[in-house]
């Protein structure tokens, strides 16, 4: 779409802004889950940006009434990146790396500083070898997440935000921006 768009404006640089799927029960989450992660790639053509809205969702109505912060996070974006008032927070954590650390997986995110969870991370999963995902504790240190579970001793996955079942997504940066999900393996 957005390659079409620039060749019909005769812009091959035109700015694109996407607002991400917000949480909403689509009926497939893996489907929702693979949307997501499409649209969050738009981010890897020039001159494109996403934001996550996984924080703002309504798991019963797919056009959530309070829209005020899709402007918002749409405007801050296209002020910072487009009209270069680099003074104004817009972007959201994204997933960088991830490691599997005595017994924990330990994720590192871009655009995380001031990393915290609000309340308690919901969402947030990890498997081992076997694939069996079980949900996990998750902490913060040092902008990065720290995630275990009694039930898996050697972590080598994780995934946040997969499944479609809270509209709390909880982990921010200092900004209060909202983390992307993610799904990654430790290599």
């Keep these: ?3 079409s768009w620039r060749k019909a404006f005769n812009n091959p640089d035109m700015p694109a802004i996407v607002g991400q799927l917000t949480a909403y029960r689509y009926g497939n989450d893996e489907n929702a889950f693979i ?14 940006y996403v934001f996550c809205s996984m924080d703002e969702g309504n798991l019963k109505d797919v056009h959530p009434t309070n829209k005020k912060p899709y402007g918002d996070r749409f405007a801050w974006l296209a ?3 487009v009209y270069g008032m680099k003074n104004i927070a817009c972007m959201c954590p994204s997933f960088k790396s991830v490691k599997a650390e005595n017994g924990k997986i330990v994720v590192s995110f871009n655009d ?23 949900n996990a504790e ?7 997440l720290i995630i275990s579970s009694s039930e898996v001793k050697s972590p080598t996955q994780v995934r946040y ?5 809270t509209d709390k997504a909880n982990l921010y940066n200092g900004d209060n921006l909202p983390a992307f999900p993610f799904r990654a393996a430790v290599k």
Excluded at 138 to 144: C, G, N, R
């Design 35 to 48: 949307l997501r992660q499409a649209q969050f790639n738009q981010c890897k053509l020039n001159n494109a």
């Design 112 to 134: 995380a500083k001031g990393l915290y969870i609000k309340d308690k991370l919901e969402d947030i999963q990890i498997a081992g070898e076997d694939g069996n995902f079980v």
């Design 1 to 3: 779409l957005i390659q």
């Design 79 to 81: 002020l910072n990146k």
């Design 161 to 165: 935000l997969y499944n479609n079942n």
């Design 138 to 144: 998750a902490s913060v240190e040092k902008d990065q």
